[in-house]
């Protein structure tokens, strides 16, 4: 399976709501919006109860208040991993071989494809690894960013929140005893894409900038293929009829974050323990990493089997009470359909996926390619 290095570099970066920090990047966010992206652009704008965080290219970036923005000191590297990968198990794979050498990652899905995260710092490590399973073009490994990157041993922010604990996206220490659990999501969320970006604006604007009720998932990423919205079930109403396709809903695991400081190999083995057993199952699994988490996506009717298989491999998980659970049964999960009438996987162009009767123990996943 072929890996392309996108040639941008790009620099995480987390919005406070205090203090109307978020309304003074608004003009930035609402160019990146309005007006034609380019080719080379990656812009993803993720808002939850918790955080703004924003993942920037460095011309989009340049469009930005900085002193009103907490930024990563490191830049970044998306790997694409391909079209349709989820399905077959590509971000777990890719995840495994990055995590047996503790190299951070952070993994995103759009609607039509997955990108992996990576350190600049980390990149000629990562890529030496990734080429024992994938094909990759050596010819893009120069660094995209003008700034020299050094291997972080510590905190990766800097600016307004740049010492608060709750503010890290950084690569990590290389060693983690920090113990993963994962939660299950309040409400069901929808991943699709503007069909009609002009008759969608106004109601984008609306969700980037006046949240609507807790539980809030929403995320806007402008990327080489195209546009890809995340939003709740519900918020998928609130857009005039046909401005957006029809797509799938999505039940979220959530990675509980512990230590906020520490989202770097911690994260990468987060997002390697709950993906590798459930591409071995067949499952199609999507991505949404933040500064501060994770969320995995798995189709709403597959939940109960989804949990079931996690447990099975000993993949510890709390309601979103943060209650252990310990059988699908304690977990009151329910069946769930299409936002707008969509079918199979993402939206509908794939065929269905497979869910086995009988959660298998954890397999290596060579067989996979």
Known sequence: MPLSLLPVAITAARVSRENGKVFKCAQSIMFLLLFPRKADRFFCFTETDN???LLLDESSLSLFPKKHMTLSKHKYR????GIGSSVQGGVALVSSLLNALSIPMQAISTFDNDYVLI?????PQAIQVLQKKFSIDSDDLAPASTIIDTPATGGDLQGDDANDSSSGVSPAPEESTIANSFSLFRRKITLTRPKDITAATSTLLRMMFFPQKPGWLFSYLDVAEGVSVVLTQDSYDMFPRGSLFDANVWSVVQWVN????ITGPSETQAICEISIP???EGFDVLFLSSCNTTFTMVKAGKLYSAVATLLYNRVHIVDSDMHEIESPYCARLEDGGTAGGG????????AAARDGPEP????MLGHLF
């Open 51 to 53: 955080e703004i965080s």
């Open 343 to 350: 079918s199979d996987l993402r939206h509908g162009d794939h």
């Open 78 to 81: 998306a790997v694409s991993v």
């Open 360 to 363: 298998y123990p954890l397999m």
């Open 119 to 123: 350190p600049e710092s980390f990149l």
């Open 278 to 280: 459930l591409s071995i």
């Open 258 to 261: 512990k230590s906020a400081k």
